[in-house]
């Protein structure tokens, strides 16, 4: 807990699945006693999640912002403009990011081939570049990505998210190698199934295929991701948990999937 105090910490896609429930997880972790900066493109949710916090942290501070990570160039006056209570950033979460179909190749909307890369690559790289440098004024601060089974074990059907996701791996190899010299961590966590929003996304609200993904499996849920990136994050400073690939006990890669 004293590791996460007084941090300021900026999660994308904060507003539900995986980033609302890591807000949640931190603010646990930290007793309250950290600022959170929540971001996402439905800035109601935020405020909802604002107000859970509030309600059960009455000293956590937190910042509620709408950013569309995939619109480029509204991420440096983002960076560049937030108050100076919440400026000098000690944790960025790239958790922003969606599957939008599955298609096969040649099938494949020219739409969603560059909705998703233009979140889950783009996005993140534009973010990442516009808060390296206030990492690395202080020489410290900690990198979490969401990666994916999907970019270890690419499947049918992923023709564009798998790629995604080998390029957030990619780029984490990248930034880990480049801050070698630094005490700049970079950690990523890789989920396999999870029950949230991400299928409905990919499905484009089609309910009961979003529901089909996960029959009978015993899917992962959100908590159980962002146990994990509390875990890498509260480690002591010399420990770097690079990757970790998260699968539910009913998962053992992208096309192993036992359904009883
Ligand atoms: C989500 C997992 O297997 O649907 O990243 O690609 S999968």
Redesign the pocket.
Known sequence: ADRLKDKIILITGASAGIGKATALELALAGNGQIKLILTARRKEKLDELLSELQLKYPNIKVLTVSLDVSKLDTIGPFVSGLPQEFADVDVLINNAGL?LGRDEIGTILPEDIQGMFQTNVLGLITLTQAIIPIFKKKNSGDIVNLG???GRDP?PG?GI??PT?AAVKSFSHVLRKELISTRIRVLEVD????ETE??NT?FKGDLAKAKA?YANTEPLVAEDISELIVFALTRKQNTVIAEQLVFSSNQAS?FHLFRD
Request: hydrophobic content about 40%; aromatic content about 16%.
């Open positions: 599957a994916s089974i999907a499947y992923g998210y798998c996701k989920p396999g199934n999870v991400f299928s990919r993904v992208a």
